[in-house]
């Protein structure tokens, strides 16, 4: 591995785990540092930061729990950026349900208005091949209705056809913030329990021949019912809770 970049700067004993932690962050942020990417040893790291090893150590392994990097063991091993930090911020945002900073009605306002945009997006840049994946997502979600009796399993295949939604709509920062928004309210549903679903993949199926169509200002229409059906229910288990 060549480091001869640039090395980074020495830091000062006090609060130099923060330190250490927002020189790699500054470099991810610049992308001189990027996906995939192994960082400099932790020999290396102490040497030109000035620094023991035991707080180099220390900051890796809180740049690991933010979801930044990977630790990895073996002769090949060591501190690897990750591709993605979605599932950490996933995480932060559901501790933060769970502290009762959001609850479910500001999730669908959210949620409307990102997929709002996807799904203009989607109508504008979805290639024809995408938009026949989304179709059968959108078939084999509907046959599950009636076949499969796991809940939970069906849940995958509503929240997939939002997921590859966002995907479709070729912006790389909707999709990142997607992602926790779908699994904080797959957690909604299974704590809410099964409901007949037969109007949401009409809906779906509604909204996918307009996307097909690249009609945005349908499908927005349609998504917009979608949204407000799946705010009644939330009234509804309020209501009843």
């Known amino acids: 591995m060549d480091y001869s970049a640039q090395p980074f700067a020495q830091v000062q004993p006090r609060r130099a785990v923060d330190a250490i932690m927002k020189q790699i962050r500054d470099r991810i942020q610049s992308n001189e540092l990027r996906p995939g990417q192994k960082l400099p040893a932790e020999r290396l790291l102490a040497e030109q930061m000035g620094v023991s090893r035991n707080t180099v150590r220390e900051a890796i392994r809180m740049l690991e729990v933010s979801g930044l990097v990977t630790l990895k063991k073996g002769a090949t091993g060591g501190a690897f950026l990750n591709d993605s930090n979605t599932a950490a911020l996933s995480q932060n945002i559901r501790d933060g349900i769970n502290l009762n900073q959001y609850d479910a009605t500001d999730l669908i306002d959210v949620r409307l208005v990102l997929e709002t945009y996807a799904v203009e997006r989607a109508c504008l840049h979805a290639t024809d091949e995408e938009i026949d994946e989304l179709a059968a997502i959108a078939r084999q979600s509907k046959l599950a209705e009636s076949s499969e009796p796991n809940y939970e399993q069906r849940l995958v295949l509503h929240m997939d056809f939002h997921r590859k939604l966002a ?32 109007e949401t993949h009409e809906l779906r199926a509604r909204l996918v021949q307009e996307i097909q169509d690249r009609d945005p ?20 288990v309020t209501l009843h809770s």
Do not use: W
């Open 167 to 198: 995907a479709f709509a070729h912006n790389r920062v909707l999709e990142v913030l997607t992602e926790p928004l779908l699994e904080m309210t797959r957690q909604f549903h299974l704590k809410s329990g099964p409901a007949a679903g037969m």
């Open 217 to 236: 200002e349908a499908a927005k229409k349609i998504l917009a019912e979608h949204f407000k059906a799946l705010q009644d229910r939330l009234f509804a």
